[in-house]
């Protein structure tokens, strides 16, 4: 079965630092990795997404995430946080190979950008 | 840009009420899904609807829920008798099936059971 971790509930960073969100899943394959951002009282934006290729993916808002096959991972960066990036991270599990492609999430990370 | 559209933002219902909750997919996907969140965990899939049917759905998704697409446009959750437990954000979604696997979703409608 899929699964998604996000160890870190909550991380505190300070603006203009570098940033990194923790992922990893379980799948029995390769699985389409996605990453979510919901701003208070928002929906989810997709932020970036791995399907194949290219292992270092480029998002919006100067995101890029890194798929590691080794280690079962999907971690999101930023080189430099800014105080609008504060919000809720979800990373996210698409399932290859059905049709759905319904999504699995983590339990997410909540960023708190400090000036 | 096309976007999913949810109705109502916030709903307040008593226990055991049926609530109807309301999303009008971005015109040209054809797969459907509603997730819902619960204050403080994760999104968690309920269901996805293709071809007028459900595709998958989880064990979350029991006999209390439903889903339809009445008249090509709109696509709804329907909680038949609501439970305390059923208050939650409730996300909607739309994938266009053959452009990508990537799911937009709506804005959110969140459910007060009281």
């Known amino acids: ?115 | 840009e096309p976007e999913v559209t949810q109705t109502p933002s916030h709903q307040v219902t008593q226990m055991g009420q049926e609530v109807i909750l309301r999303c009008v997919p971005i015109s040209n996907h054809l797969y459907f899904y509603w997730y819902r969140q619960i204050l403080g965990q994760k999104v968690e899939f309920l269901v996805s609807f293709y071809n007028n049917e459900i595709s998958e759905k989880s064990e979350i998704f029991d006999d209390q829920f439903s889903v339809e697409r009445p008249d090509g446009s709109n696509f709804t959750l329907k909680i038949r008798s609501t439970k305390l437990e059923d208050s939650a954000m409730y996300f909607c979604a739309s994938r266009d099936i053959i452009r990508s696997t990537e799911a937009f979703f709506g804005q959110g409608t969140r459910l007060t059971v009281v």
């Open chain 1, 1 to 115: 079965a899929q699964s998604v971790t996000q160890p870190d509930i909550h991380i505190t960073v300070s603006e203009g630092a570098s940033l990194e969100l923790r992922c990893n899943y379980s799948y029995g394959a390769t699985p389409y990795l996605f990453w979510y951002v919901q701003s208070p009282g928002q929906g989810l934006q997709l932020l970036l997404k791995y399907f194949s290729g290219d292992t270092l993916v480029q998002g919006i808002k100067g995101f890029e995430a890194e798929f590691k096959r080794s280690q079962s991972s999907f971690n999101l960066r930023k080189p430099s946080v800014h105080w609008s990036d504060a919000a809720e991270y979800f990373c996210a599990v698409g399932a290859r190979g059905t049709g759905a492609n319904n999504l699995f999430f983590g339990t997410g990370t909540r960023l708190t950008v400090i000036p």
